[in-house]
């Protein structure tokens, strides 16, 4: 009986996550559903319980990282100079703030970008607010601290 049982439950563990990889792994696209051909999804298991990251995603050195970040913050900048309306300039220090979250590296490196993420999201804020001066001033130190943190690689 209790072999039983627990043949039952591995059955059950089983049958679960082959349920969820299986919709996990679907591509969902117009026309409908489309899943990964088998041997894909095989070799994206094992690599994944090896511990490597999946393919899906791009994943950049932290000075590219860096590098991406310190465009996007200058784009930003750029816009306002220019006369962007608030919603737009909102929008640029969001995908640079979203953009920060790619850089990767130990404790400094990592108290550093919170830091300077922190006068991202201020400069968010401001941007909202109609204070754009404001928000450029915050772009500008923001820019500065993520310069900095190539330094802390």
């Known amino acids: 009986m209790k072999t039983l049982k627990i043949s039952l439950l591995s059955l059950f563990i089983a049958a679960s996550i ?3 990889s299986t919709s996990a792994l679907a591509k969902v696209e117009p026309g409908g559903i489309t899943y990964k051909p088998a041997e894909e999804i095989d070799m994206q298991v094992a690599l ?12 950049y050195l932290p000075a590219d990282a860096i590098d991406r970040v310190v ?3 200058q784009a930003a900048i750029e816009a306002i100079n220019k006369g962007a309306s608030n919603e737009e300039a909102a929008a ?57 943190l190539k330094k802390l690689l």
């Open 92 to 148: 640029l220090i969001k995908q640079a703030s979203d953009a920060s979250k790619e850089i990767r590296g130990g404790d400094k490196v990592t108290n550093a970008r919170s830091k300077a993420t922190r006068k991202l999201k201020a400069a968010t804020k401001h941007a909202k607010e109609s204070a754009l001066q404001a928000a450029e001033q915050e772009l500008k130190d923001a820019k500065k601290d993520f310069e900095a």
């Open 71 to 73: 465009a996007k913050i």
């Open 48 to 59: 994944i319980s090896l511990g490597v990251p999946s393919f899906d995603k791009i994943t």
């Open 18 to 20: 082959g349920a969820a």
